[in-house]
Structure formats: C-alpha cells, structure tokens
C-alpha cells in the first residue's frame, strides 16, 4: 500500500470531501447515484441531534444509535455526483454529525476530554488532509477510504464501544489506530509529492 503514485480527482471533489467509508459506498451502489444527497443527510442530521438531545447517557443507550441512523438516511446518496445547487454543504453536515457524536460519547460516559480531544484531532487531521490535497487536485489513495473507516464507520466503532462498556479504551484504541493510518499515509504521500505551484514560484523567485 503505498501513495507514490497519486491519483487524479476524478468527478466532483465533493463526493471525495464526503469522506465516505465501506459501508456508506455500498449503500450508494445499490441506488446507482439516483438519490439526492441533501435531503436524507438533513433528515439523518435531525435525528442525530433530537437522539443526542434524548440522552447519549442514558440507560437505555439510544442515541449511540445515531450512526446507524445517519448511515441508512446518507448512505445512499454517496454516489450521487453532488451536482446540485446546494449539494456542496453534505460534507459540513457531516462533519458537523460526526464531531458531534463523537464528544457527546466521550463527555457523557466519562472519557478524559485529553482522550477525545487525540481522537477527534486524527480525524480533524485527515479532513485538513484530504481537503489540502485536493486543492493540489490530488486524490488519496482507494485504500485510505476503507482502511480510514469512514465517517460512518468511525461512528459506529465509537457507538459500539458506549454499548459494551468499553468507551475508554476504544476511543483510546481507535486514535491509536488512526493516527497510525491517517499519520503514516500522509507523511508519505507529501514526502513524494511533486511541488506545488506555490512552492514552484518560490523557487523560481529565487534563482
């Protein structure tokens, strides 16, 4: 597995600020790109937010949830092309949906805010990543998706690990893995990637 050779953007760059996993892009085939993304993202973030607001706490576990929820109402629309006027604000809102959850899991059932704070830093890391790169009009590697998990498959590790009991050690075991993934491929795709135009103009000012 390696970045040496960096791909292209292909179609829209919004269907890749997505940062859709395994999960999520299979249930995009299933509709062939025909369902709308913003709608069902919406709806998907409405119910994240009235689940949280019923208790991430509480005894009967319901808001861990949410992600599941997010995924069956987002899902499909991963493979739409993101054409649409306002198909653009998919990606905050899942942005926005994951972060969420992700605190309110940790906070709620006791995590060390310097545990969530690692956790939420990997994942704020690959989104600065993956939108620096494709402002370079480089795409990540395929792999990077899957093995990144996605924003759906991040949240349903966290959610799983509420439900078992073990909210400590998997945020603390899921950063580890993160950081390692998300770390390691960035510094070798940067390590080998052709200069960008801004540092071209630099070199040139300078010679």
């Known amino acids: 597995m390696s970045s ?11 269907v890749a600020y997505r940062d859709d996993g395994p999960l999520s892009r299979g249930m995009g085939m ?29 005894t009967d576990g319901v808001a861990v949830f949410a992600p599941a929820v997010t995924l069956l109402l987002a899902g499909p629309g991963s493979s739409h092309p993101h ?23 940790g906070f709620a ?16 890391f690959h989104h600065y990543d993956l939108v620096y790169r494709l402002r370079q009009n480089v795409y990540p590697p395929p792999w990077l998706a899957s093995l ?14 509420v439900l078992v009991g073990w909210t400590g050690g998997g945020f603390a ?3 580890l893995y993160l950081w390692g993934v998300f770390g390691w491929e960035s510094l070798t795709c940067w390590l080998v990637a052709p200069p960008s135009r801004v540092e071209e103009a630099l070199a040139e000012t300078q010679d």
Do not use: N
């Open 109 to 124: 059932h006791g995590v060390s805010p310097l545990l969530i704070f690692i956790l939420l830093g990997a994942i704020v």
């Open 83 to 105: 054409d649409g006027r306002l198909d653009w604000l998919s990606p905050p809102i899942l942005r926005v949906i994951e972060y969420t959850f992700v605190a309110a899991c």
């Open 173 to 175: 075991l899921l950063a």
């Open 148 to 161: 990144g998990l996605g924003w759906e498959g991040r949240s349903i590790v966290v959610g799983l690990a």
């Open 4 to 14: 040496v050779h960096m791909i292209p953007v292909p179609g829209s760059k919004v």
């Open 30 to 58: 299933l509709v062939a790109g025909q369902l709308p993304p913003l709608p069902p993202l919406i709806a998907g973030a409405f119910v994240t937010g009235v689940l949280l607001l019923i208790g991430v706490a509480g």
